[in-house]
């Protein structure tokens, strides 16, 4: 039984800081483990210019306490984009790909695309640059069951995308089904990010009759033992197509209420890496970690691999229920109060 492992500094290809005193707050969690980290551009006015996103850049990078730390902003993609901006920002390397968000699939996704086949102009640039286009995958429509999103919009929108540009590298954001696996696994030049959370609940853990476990709550939502089965079979045995992603999502605990305006998303940056070195240990696939933690995401985007290293002990690190202050109140998401892992 291993009590220490030292792998390559991970960096989470998926998570948001949001703004404000939110921002100033949560900031520091990621980049306690992390050496780069993508921040979502779905603020409430959605980062979609070059020099929006060298602004947000310096203001993450400023509130994250590591002065080896890096921001790395995708572009919101919308409708309206200036195509000469974006094309100067990709090619600049101030954006890092762009962000896919189906109107309303999710926080601050009103601004998202309607019509995607309306922007395929956008993925034929990003295809010429070699540049990475990520997608919240789900479709959100009044006939589509919440559990099915992400297999709609597979079967409507992704394998188009796919069939359409074949060489633009695409990342399928926070895999939430066996069938989103398979996809990923049956396509070139696509990858997926796996968020813990994924791998640690189910639909049992988030939906008990009429109640909904606000804490639990995100989106994708999380859904049956055999989709959790999958993605930790893929993330955990060797698997160079998937790699980390938290999508480490705060709210306020008053936006997280069990009514008409609860607000998806789980905070988890706090205790990430150790979240997934508990499911690798639990898959007896310890040995396998650094490969989805710090190796494969660097290599799909094109990045050298991260040079400083960390260190996990078999120690009992203590998980606080809230993370809390000035004005902020952020409940931490942990499946039991006590981690049987800490970074050193």
Request: net charge negative.
């Amino acid at each position: 039984m291993k009590t220490s492992i030292n792998i390559i500094q991970p960096d989470d290809w998926h998570v948001h800081f949001r703004e404000g005193e939110m921002l100033k707050v949560v900031t520091k969690y990621s980049a306690r483990v992390n050496r780069r980290c993508i921040a979502m551009p779905n603020t409430t006015t959605p980062i979609t210019s070059s020099i929006q996103a060298i602004n947000y850049k310096k203001l993450i990078e400023s509130n994250s306490n590591s002065i080896n730390f890096e921001a790395l902003i995708p572009c919101y993609l919308t409708n309206s984009l200036n195509i000469d901006d974006f094309t100067y920002a990709l090619q600049k390397k101030i954006f890092v790909g762009g962000k896919l968000y189906p109107s309303n699939a999710t926080t601050n996704s009103q601004h998202g695309v309607t019509d995607i086949k309306k922007i395929y102009n956008i993925f034929e640039i990003m295809e010429k640059e070699n540049s990475v286009l990520l997608i919240h995958g789900e479709l959100n429509r009044d006939d589509i069951d919440i559990f099915d999103r992400e297999k709609y919009f597979i079967d409507e929108e992704l394998y188009q995308i796919r069939n359409t540009f074949k060489n633009l590298k695409i990342v399928l954001e926070h895999v939430s089904s066996d069938y989103g696996v398979d996809f990923v696994n049956s396509n070139q030049n696509i990858a997926g990010t796996i968020t813990p959370h994924h791998m640690l609940l189910t639909k049992d853990d988030v939906f008990k009759n009429e109640d909904i476990n606000p804490h639990h709550y995100c989106m994708p939502v999380v859904k049956n033992e055999k989709d959790l089965i999958a993605l930790r079979k893929a993330a955990c045995f060797d698997n160079n197509k998937f790699f980390l992603g938290t999508d480490s999502a705060p709210h306020h605990t008053n936006d997280k209420v069990q009514n008409q305006s609860l607000k998806p998303g789980i905070f988890s940056s706090p205790c990430s890496i150790e979240l997934y070195a508990t499911i690798f240990e639990e898959e007896n696939a310890l040995g396998n970690l650094e490969q989805f933690s710090s190796i494969n995401g660097p290599l799909f985007y094109g990045l050298e691999i991260n040079k400083e290293t960390l260190t996990l002990d078999k120690r009992s690190k203590e998980i606080n229920e809230f993370t809390e202050e000035g004005n902020i109140r952020i409940k931490n998401f942990s499946i039991d109060k006590k981690i049987n892992w800490k970074v050193l």
